[in-house]
C-alpha cells in the first residue's frame, strides 16, 4: 500500500472543553527551560510529517510555515483540523503550549488538546482569532490526566469565507521526556509458534552474543529430550541488526503439540509438529473477508456476538450509504448504487485496485484446485466449509465470498451511454476522514465515487475474465455478465490508456495511484485469453514487454505490480500457448522460485526477501507470502519437493522465527498480534468493541516509518524492529484485504501439503484426446487413455480432472462419468477395473461447451495420484 493512503486523521471533538490549570487562586511557574518537548517537527524544517490533516486541502510547507486551505461554509470549527498524534501527558504536571498562526482573511482557530480517539476528551484548549498577520500565542496549563498518546489538534473549520491557514513553531514543553521504547521479544529462540509439518523443514533463530555453535535441545512437552544438535553461527543478521544463530531440526519427524526448543539458557515459545497444522487456518483466512463485508448484516451466529453488526452504508442514518453515489464536483453527472464489496482496510473505503488483486487471489485458491496435484480438486474448499450466509447453496464458499466483491466491482463501471462507459471508477470512499474507532453503521460522512482510471478498469477486465471462467459451472448467468464486463472494460482501457489516479486525491481515502499500467494491460490480456482463447487476447498479451521480461521481483508483487499474476495464471491455468513459450513460461516461475530459495539460505531468519531496510515496506508481510505464493506454484509445476518445503518454511517468519518474536496473525501463535490498526476492530480504544478476528494478519515492519505513532516511537529501528502491535500504527499494523487474499492462498496451499512428505513418483501416465468441436460448435468428444507405469496391478481406478470453462459431459462410455462443477470424475466398470504393469484402459465421452475457452486439462489423477500428462 501506498504512503497517501493511510494518512489517517481523528476526528476532533464535537464539543471542546478548556479545563482550568489549577484550582482557583493558585499560581504556577512556567515549566524550566529545559522541559522536554513533546511536539515532533513543530517548526516543520522537516516537511510536514509526522502532522495530518482532514477537511482541509493538502497540507504543504511555505517560507517555512506549515499551510492548508480550507473551505468556506463547514458548519463547524472541528470540520477540519490540522493535528499530531502521541502527544504524551502527564497529569498534574505543566505544559507551555506555544504556536504561530495566520488566517487569510481571517478566522478563530482552536488548539485543542484531546483524548485521541472517542469521546476525544478535552485535556486543554485555546482560541485565536487568527489574522493574515502573524501571531504568537503561548498558554501554560496543568495537565489533567495521564495520556501517552492525546492529539494536539488545530480546528481550523467554520469560518463563512475560505481561508488559507498557517503554522509555525508548535510547541509543548513540560512532563517527562519519552520513556525509551523496548519492545518485549520473549525468549531469544525464535521458532514458527504454529508448528512444523513432520516431513517438511523445521528451523530456528537464536539471538546470542556467542560467536561459537551451541548446543541446543528439543524437548517435549514433558520435558524430556527428543533431539539435540549444535547451532549454526550467522554473524550479525543486517535486517535485525542481531548476533544470531540457526538451528535445523529437520530429521525430526515425529508429530507431538508442546514441543520447545532450548539454546543458551533460553527455552523457546511451544509449538506442535502436525500434519494437520493449518488446515482450521484455510478457513479462518477466508473468513476475514465476511465480517469485512460491506453493505449487509453481520450474522453473529455465523462468526461470534462480538463481530455481529447491522449493515453499513445502505444509507441508513446516520450513513448517507452506497446505494446512490455521486461523483466528486467535475467528474460526473449520474450516481450509482455502487452497495457491497469489502472494507478495504482500516477505514471504510473501498478501492477496485486493491479489490481486483485480493479476489483475484481467492479466484486463484479455487482454480488451483483444478490443477495442483495436492488440492484433491477442491473439496476443503466446497460448499459448506465457510460460516457464510450463501453456504448449501451448491457453488463453493470460496466463491460466493470472491462474488460478493465481483458485484461490488461490476457496479463502478461506467454505465453505456455516458463519457468513458466501460471503464471503473477508481474508487468510492468518504469525502473525508473519520475518527477511529468507528463501526460502518455509524459512519456519518458523504460518500463519492473517484474518476475512472485505467488501472481500475484493467483490474476489473481481469477478475471480471476469471470469473467469467470460474462461475461457468455454477451460474451461467452470472459468468456472462463477468464476460461481458471483461470485454467492455479491456476495449474501454485501450480506449483509454493513460488515465492514472491522481496521487493527491488521498482525502478521506487513499490514493492508490499508479502511473504505470503496462502490467495491468499484460494481466488482463492473459485472463481474457485464457477464459476466452480468442486470438486478439493472445496478440496483446504476447506483444507485451511483460511477456517475455522479468515479472518476479526480489521484493514480491502486489497490487501496483501485477504482470506476476499473469504469468502465474498462465504457467497453470491450462491454455494454448505454444508448447516452447508455455515452457519458458514455466521455466519463468522456477528460476524465480530458485532466487527465492537462495535467499532463504541468506536470510538467518529465513525469509524469501531481501535484508535491507527497502525490504520492509508498507504491507510487506504480504509480499513475503506472495513470495511464498511462487514457491509452492513452483512444486505445483514440477512437484519438486525443495520449493514446497521453501515455501512451508517461508511461512516461518509470519509465524513468529522473526526478530520480535510475533506472529503476524491474530490468534496463531503464542504471542501474536491483537491490535491492528481498523475502524471496526477498535478494541484496544474502546473495549465493548471487538479485536481482529481470528486470522487477520498485519501489515508488518515498515523500516519507512509512515506513521506518527511509529515515526516518534520507533526512530533509529533496525528494519526488523520497525514494528509495533498497536491500533495507532497505520503503517505497520494495518489489515487489509490484499494481505488476507495472500493469506488465504498460501494458508490453502500448506493445508493441502499434510504431512509434507516424499513425493512419489507417477506410476501412471494419461493421455486426454480431444477430437473437435462438433458441427455448430456447441459441444465435443474426448478420449482418455490411462496407462499403468507402475510396477503393480491396479485393482479399480477413479480418475479425476477439471475443465477450465463451462464444459459438461453430455454421455460417456467404458466409465461411469459424473461430475461436480468443473471436476470430472470417471470410475471403472466391472469388466476393465484391472489395469497391470503396462497396461492400458480407455474410457471417451461427448460434453457441450459454449464459446469459451476449453483446453485440455493439465491434471489427470488416478485413485488420487497425478498421472504424467500427454
Keep these: 500500500m501506498t504512503p497517501s493512503r493511510r494518512r489517517l486523521?481523528?476526528?476532533?471533538?464535537?464539543?471542546?472543553?478548556?479545563?482550568?490549570?489549577?484550582?482557583?487562586?493558585?499560581?504556577?511557574?512556567?515549566?524550566?527551560?529545559?522541559?522536554?518537548?513533546?511536539?515532533?517537527?513543530?517548526?516543520?524544517?522537516?516537511?510536514?510529517?509526522?502532522?495530518?490533516?482532514?477537511?482541509?486541502?493538502?497540507?504543504?510547507?511555505?517560507?517555512?510555515q506549515l499551510c492548508t486551505t480550507v473551505a468556506g461554509g463547514l458548519a463547524n470549527p472541528w470540520d477540519a483540523g490540522i493535528g499530531q498524534d502521541a502527544v504524551a501527558l502527564v497529569a498534574g504536571a505543566e505544559y507551555t503550549l506555544g504556536f504561530d498562526v495566520t488566517a487569510t482573511p481571517g478566522s478563530n482557530v482552536t488548539a485543542v488538546l484531546q483524548l485521541g480517539n472517542a469521546p476525544y476528551t478535552g485535556y486543554y484548549s485555546v482560541t485565536a482569532a487568527a489574522t493574515p498577520t502573524q501571531q504568537r500565542v503561548e498558554r501554560t496549563f496543568v495537565a489533567p490526566e495521564d495520556d501517552e498518546r492525546a492529539q494536539l489538534i488545530f480546528q481550523v473549520g467554520g469560518a463563512a469565507e475560505g481561508q488559507t491557514v498557517c503554522l509555525d513553531n508548535v510547541s509543548l514543553r513540560g512532563g517527562n521526556p519519552p520513556e525509551p521504547y523496548v519492545p518485549d521479544?520473549?525468549?531469544?529462540?525464535?521458532?514458527?509458534?504454529?508448528?512444523?509439518?513432520?516431513?517438511?523443514?523445521?528451523?530456528?533463530?537464536?539471538?546470542?552474543?556467542?560467536?561459537?555453535?551451541?548446543?541446543?535441545?528439543?524437548?517435549?512437552?514433558?520435558?524430556?529430550?527428543?533431539?539435540?544438535?549444535?547451532?549454526?553461527?550467522?554473524?550479525?543478521?543486517?535486517?535485525?541488526?542481531?548476533?544470531?544463530?540457526?538451528?535445523?531440526?529437520?530429521?525430526?519427524?515425529?508429530?507431538?503439540?508442546?514441543?520447545?526448543?532450548?539454546?543458551?539458557?533460553?527455552?523457546?515459545?511451544?509449538?506442535?509438529?502436525?500434519?494437520?497444522?493449518?488446515?482450521?487456518?484455510?478457513?479462518?483466512?477466508?473468513?476475514?473477508?465476511?465480517?469485512?463485508?460491506?453493505?449487509?448484516?453481520?450474522?453473529?451466529?455465523?462468526?461470534?456476538?462480538?463481530?455481529?453488526?447491522?449493515?453499513?452504508?445502505?444509507?441508513?442514518?446516520?450513513?448517507?450509504?452506497?446505494?446512490?453515489?455521486?461523483?466528486?464536483?467535475?467528474?460526473?453527472?449520474?450516481?450509482?448504487?455502487?452497495?457491497?464489496?469489502?472494507?478495504?482496510?482500516?477505514?471504510?473505503?473501498?478501492?477496485?485496485?486493491?479489490?481486483?488483486?485480493?479476489?483475484?487471489?481467492?479466484?486463484?485458491?479455487?482454480?488451483?484446485t483444478k490443477n495442483a496435484a495436492t488440492a484433491g480438486f477442491g473439496t476443503a474448499l466446497g460448499d459448506g466449509?465457510?460460516?457464510?450466509?450463501?453456504?448449501?447453496?451448491?457453488?463453493?464458499?470460496?466463491?460466493?465470498?470472491?462474488?460478493?466483491?465481483?458485484?461490488?466491482?461490476?457496479r463502478m463501471q461506467v454505465p453505456a451511454g455516458k463519457p468513458l462507459a466501460g471503464m471503473a471508477?477508481?474508487?468510492?470512499?468518504?469525502?473525508?476522514?473519520?475518527?477511529?474507532?468507528?463501526?460502518?453503521?455509524?459512519?456519518?460522512?458523504?460518500?463519492?465515487?473517484?474518476?475512472?482510471?485505467?488501472?481500475?478498469?484493467?483490474?476489473?477486465?481481469?477478475?471480471?475474465?476469471?470469473?467469467?471462467?470460474?462461475?461457468?459451472p455454477y451460474d451461467a448467468a452470472f459468468a456472462q455478465r463477468c464476460g461481458t464486463a471483461a470485454k467492455t472494460a479491456y476495449a474501454a482501457a485501450k480506449a483509454n490508456p493513460t488515465r492514472y489516479a491522481s496521487p493527491t486525491d488521498g482525502n478521506g481515502g487513499g490514493a492508490y495511484d499508479d502511473s504505470n499500467v503496462t502490467d495491468e494491460f499484460y494481466w488482463a490480456a492473459v485472463e481474457l485469453y485464457l477464459t476466452t482463447g480468442e486470438r486478439a487476447y493472445l496478440t496483446d498479451l504476447t506483444a507485451s514487454p511483460h511477456h517475455t521480461g522479468d515479472v518476479f521481483d526480489a521484493r514480491g508483487f502486489g497490487w501496483q505490480s501485477v504482470a506476476a499474476l499473469g504469468r502465474l495464471d498462465?504457467?497453470?491455468?491450462?491454455?494454448?500457448?505454444?508448447?516452447?513459450?508455455?515452457?519458458?513460461?514455466?521455466?519463468?516461475?522456477?528460476?524465480?522460485?530458485?532466487?527465492?530459495?537462495?535467499?532463504?539460505?541468506?536470510?538467518?531468519?529465513?525469509?524469501?526477501?531481501?535484508?535491507?531496510a527497502g525490504s520492509y515496506f508498507w504491507g510487506g508481510n504480504s509480499n513475503v507470502i506472495n513470495n511464498a505464493v511462487v514457491l509452492a506454484t513452483a512444486f505445483d509445476l514440477t512437484r519438486e519437493a525443495k520449493y514446497r518445503d521453501g515455501a512451508v518454511q517461508a511461512m516461518d517468519y509470519i509465524f513468529g522465527r522473526n526478530a520480535l518474536n510475533i506472529s503476524y496473525v491474530t490468534g496463531w501463535g503464542e504471542h501474536a498480534a491483537e491490535n491492528q490498526h481498523s475502524r471496526i476492530f477498535g478494541h484496544q480504544l474502546d473495549p465493548s468493541m471487538p479485536k481482529p478476528p481470528v486470522g487477520?494478519?498485519?501489515?508488518?515492519?515498515?523500516?519507512?516509518?509512515?506513521?506518527?505513532?511509529?515515526?516518534?516511537?520507533?526512530?533509529?529501528?533496525?528494519?526488523?524492529?520497525?514494528?509495533?502491535?498497536?491500533?495507532?500504527?497505520?503503517?505497520?499494523?494495518?489489515?487489509?484485504?490484499?494481505?488476507?487474499?495472500?493469506?488465504t492462498w498460501i494458508s490453502s496451499f500448506l493445508a493441502d501439503q499434510g504431512d509434507a512428505s516424499a513425493v512419489p513418483a507417477p506410476t501412471c501416465s494419461v493421455s486426454y484426446t480431444n477430437y473437435g468441436f462438433w458441427q455448430g460448435g456447441t459441444g465435443f468428444t474426448a478420449q482418455v487413455a490411462i496407462r499403468n507405469t507402475g510396477t503393480s496391478a491396479v485393482n479399480g481406478w477413479t480418475a479425476r480432472f477439471a475443465f477450465t470453462g463451462d464444459a459438461k459431459v453430455r454421455e460417456a462410455w467404458t466409465a461411469k462419468v459424473t461430475q461436480a462443477g468443473a471436476t470430472v470424475t470417471a470410475k471403472n466398470e466391472s469388466y476393465n477395473a484391472r489395469i497391470n504393469p503396462g497396461g492400458t484402459v480407455t474410457f471417451g465421452f461427448n460434453a457441450t461447451t459454449g464459446p469459451g475457452a476449453n483446453p485440455d486439462p493439465a491434471l489427470v489423477t488416478v485413485n488420487g495420484s497425478p498421472c504424467t500428462v500427454s
Design 9 to 64: 486523521a481523528v476526528l476532533a471533538a464535537a464539543t471542546t472543553v478548556a479545563l482550568a490549570a489549577v484550582s482557583a487562586g493558585t499560581a504556577h511557574a512556567d515549566p524550566p527551560a529545559e522541559a522536554p518537548e513533546q511536539i515532533t517537527n513543530g517548526d516543520f524544517s522537516t516537511g510536514v510529517s509526522p502532522w495530518f490533516s482532514f477537511g482541509t486541502g493538502p497540507l504543504g510547507v511555505t517560507d517555512g
Design 185 to 368: 521479544t520473549g525468549p531469544r529462540v525464535r521458532v514458527n509458534q504454529v508448528g512444523y509439518l513432520p516431513g517438511g523443514p523445521k528451523n530456528a533463530t537464536v539471538v546470542t552474543d556467542a560467536t561459537e555453535a551451541l548446543p541446543w535441545q528439543l524437548r517435549a512437552a514433558s520435558g524430556s529430550v527428543v533431539a539435540s544438535g549444535t547451532t549454526t553461527p550467522r554473524g550479525v543478521d543486517p535486517a535485525s541488526a542481531q548476533n544470531v544463530h540457526s538451528v535445523d531440526f529437520s530429521g525430526y519427524r515425529t508429530p507431538g503439540q508442546g514441543l520447545t526448543l532450548a539454546v543458551d539458557g533460553e527455552v523457546s515459545h511451544p509449538f506442535d509438529i502436525s500434519g494437520a497444522l493449518y488446515e482450521r487456518l484455510r478457513s479462518d483466512a477466508l473468513q476475514f473477508f465476511y465480517i469485512q463485508r460491506s453493505g449487509i448484516a453481520i450474522d453473529g451466529d455465523l462468526v461470534g456476538d462480538e463481530y455481529a453488526r447491522p449493515a453499513g452504508h445502505l444509507g441508513v442514518a446516520p450513513n448517507q450509504g452506497d446505494v446512490d453515489v455521486p461523483c466528486q464536483a467535475g467528474v460526473c453527472d449520474y450516481r450509482l448504487d455502487v452497495r457491497g464489496g469489502w472494507y478495504d482496510a482500516g477505514d471504510h473505503g473501498k478501492y477496485v485496485v486493491n479489490g481486483g488483486i485480493a479476489t483475484y487471489q481467492l479466484l486463484s485458491t479455487f482454480e488451483r
Design 385 to 410: 466449509t465457510l460460516r457464510l450466509p450463501e453456504r448449501d447453496n451448491g457453488v463453493p464458499d470460496i466463491l460466493d465470498e470472491a462474488r460478493w466483491e465481483l458485484e461490488f466491482l461490476l
Design 425 to 472: 471508477h477508481h474508487k468510492i470512499h468518504d469525502r473525508n476522514w473519520t475518527g477511529l474507532p468507528l463501526q460502518p453503521e455509524d459512519d456519518p460522512e458523504p460518500r463519492e465515487l473517484h474518476p475512472p482510471s485505467t488501472a481500475a478498469t484493467l483490474n476489473l477486465a481481469a477478475v471480471a475474465a476469471q470469473c467469467a471462467r470460474l462461475f461457468a
Design 570 to 612: 498462465l504457467a497453470t491455468v491450462p491454455n494454448g500457448l505454444p508448447a516452447t513459450d508455455l515452457a519458458r513460461v514455466r521455466a519463468s516461475v522456477t528460476t524465480a522460485a530458485d532466487g527465492y530459495l537462495a535467499e532463504i539460505q541468506r536470510q538467518a531468519y529465513g525469509l524469501p526477501m531481501p535484508g535491507d
Design 696 to 743: 487477520s494478519l498485519a501489515g508488518g515492519p515498515n523500516a519507512a516509518l509512515q506513521d506518527p505513532f511509529v515515526e516518534q516511537l520507533l526512530a533509529g529501528c533496525a528494519p526488523m524492529f520497525c514494528f509495533v502491535d498497536d491500533i495507532a500504527s497505520y503503517s505497520t499494523n494495518e489489515v487489509a484485504i490484499n494481505w488476507n487474499s495472500a493469506l
